[in-house]
């Protein structure tokens, strides 16, 4: 059983909209979470993470952590053409290794 | 640094032949993973070094698939017999101080 948990999509949303991403995970021991955007046919690229409760802003781009709720989400305000991608969650469980365990991904589509 | 270098970009061979994938990390990162990317499972690892030893390799699928890394700037999968079933996409990524992951550009593999 997959151990992080996203809607594969496709998530379309107009040019200037805000994009929702969102992530659930299984290891209520987790203890950093990544976003990694990965273009069509290229390899994932790290965009955000987040180790806290609340908001990180970085840009465009918010992450959201609610660990009660084992919930992590990704808001990219003033959607771009560029931004259409799928977008992969990545957590960290629980053990010394820091292993990354990523979600199938989300797939953006921003139309003009 | 040129990044995690992957090669071959794409491999193309029949059922039952030997398949060799190879990686060189950027230097001084110290933990190597090796991921597969399906449609179907999304990123899964396969196997972890760390210090250039095999720390976890849980997600290697069956003893078809082999992985080494002989010294820090070089490591090998190597998939004998390649089934179609392995037909996917190959990544290699390193990490070094932090979490983040850098990837390769990744093998596409076609077993037919």
Redesign the interface.
């Known amino acids: 059983q ?1 151990e992080v948990e996203q809607n594969s999509g496709p998530l379309s949303v107009p040019e200037g909209a805000i994009a929702s991403l969102n992530c659930t995970y299984s290891d209520r021991g987790s203890q ?1 979470f ?1 976003w ?1 955007r990965q273009y069509s046919g ?5 965009i955000m ?1 987040i180790y806290s409760n609340g908001d990180k802003e970085d840009g465009r781009f918010t992450a959201q952590l609610n660990k009660a709720s084992q919930y992590v989400s990704l808001l990219i305000r003033d959607s771009q053409p560029s931004d259409s991608a799928t977008y ?1 969650c ?1 957590v ?1 469980m629980r053990g010394g ?9 989300t797939s953006l589509i921003v139309h003009p | 640094d040129a990044g995690v270098i992957q090669s071959p970009r794409h491999e193309v061979t029949e059922m039952g032949q030997e398949v060799t994938l190879r990686c060189k990390p950027i230097s001084g990162h110290n933990s190597l993973f090796w991921y597969r990317q399906t449609m179907m499972r999304g990123l899964e690892l396969l196997i972890y070094f760390n210090n250039n030893v095999p720390i976890d390799d849980s997600g290697m699928p069956e003893d078809r698939f082999s992985a080494k890394m002989p010294n820090a700037s070089f490591s090998t999968l190597k998939i004998q017999p390649s089934e179609p079933r392995d037909s996917a996409v190959y990544f290699c990524a390193t990490r070094g101080g932090g979490e983040k992951l850098f990837f390769g550009s990744g093998t596409q593999l076609s077993v037919l």
């Open positions: 997959k950093s990544f990694y290229k390899s994932p690229e790290l993470f992969l990545a960290n290794s820091y292993i990354p365990t990523f979600g199938r991904g």
